[in-house]
């Protein structure tokens, strides 16, 4: 019933008996102090769960049981809970030990538990390769654990393998479609796996199979009475992109409305508006666009706040509209502010000089054009991946060179 502060008056008044009653060393006390712990973990008194926690050892200590076991665990949760990952790591490994030497009957679901637990652990300690190898112990006792291929395939996605995040994430989907199961973590998972598995897709712009996924998520989340708006809303905005992305541009609009109609804050932020202007640019529906950005700007200014998002978006909006000197302005702005808040080299000065660059030779002013592609260049140097775009930059440069040397002087 969730009614907990009840419940620690009658496990107090419980443990007050017990004192009465039973001799100090009694195993019962243990169990008692357990609970009310546990109680405290409810309502996340995480303090005072460990410290009930703790007085359990005194009367457990001597009995190496599945129940020490447990208490091991729960100030493992605790302590990873309060961010203390060496202390959790520790706690978890005593209760392993605890776990394997009971060779009476071992209970492999506890013990999976516990090892994915560990992985997570380490993971935050960002020690990978022991996290990996926590969740192969964990599969060495059951092959067949759907939620240990999630953990695998959410590991690989961390290191940037999108094949093994893949090849894991697919592992689990059959498994689960094999051993179906309906708690509310597996259905969880399975929605994790979808979300994983379409994001990969669209990554390697195969848009029609992400979106397939995308869906099949949706459907579940809409299905469950517990789906938060949040979860909606990213569902909903990763349609949105995918489509933006597939060149889509009226189906992403219809979704990025949808999504919206999950968002969770009152106040929509400037971002919000400037997508909005994006997909109404590559609609053609510039007055409309203006008028969204126009919106955005009034946001910026009661927030005393800077965006360079939405002085480059006005830029693209008004050189679409063939107004060059304000998209000029517009762009200016957004280098004025990417000075200011950027450092000194960074992948977002190469689309500002780009633009500005191309308005210089509009303007015919090829001096100014010249000096800013040869910014850009400067950037694109100090930045990896960015080799395609210094080729572009130096024959911009070499032809703006010949620009100026072929001018009459």
Known sequence: MKNYSKSLVYYKKHLTLVKCILPANHPDYAKAYNRIANVYEKIGKLEFALKYHEKAFVNQDKYKSKFLANTYKSIAKIYFANNNYLQAIEHFDKALKIHMNNTMKLDEDTIIDTYRRLGRTYIQENNLDMALEQYKKALSFNLHKASIFVDIGHLHRLTGDGKLTMTNMIKGWNCYRKYPSFSETDINNIIYIYDTIGQLHQKKQNYSTALKYYFSKLK????????????????????????????????????YFLALKYQTISKLPVRVYVFLAKLLIKLKQYRIALKVLHKGLTLIDEENDEDTTIYSCLGVLYFKMEKYHISLKCFEETLRIQLKCLPQYHSEFSVTYQNLGELYKWKMDYVAALNIFKRARENALMLSNESTFIRKVEKEIEDLKTMLNSQPI
Request: contains cysteine; positive net charge; hydrophobic residues 30%.
């Open 220 to 255: 579940i989340e809409k299905l469950l009475i517990s789906s938060a708006s949040k979860s909606l809303f990213t569902t909903y905005h990763r349609i949105c992109m995918c489509y933006y992305d597939y060149g889509k541009y009226r189906k992403a609009l219809k979704h």
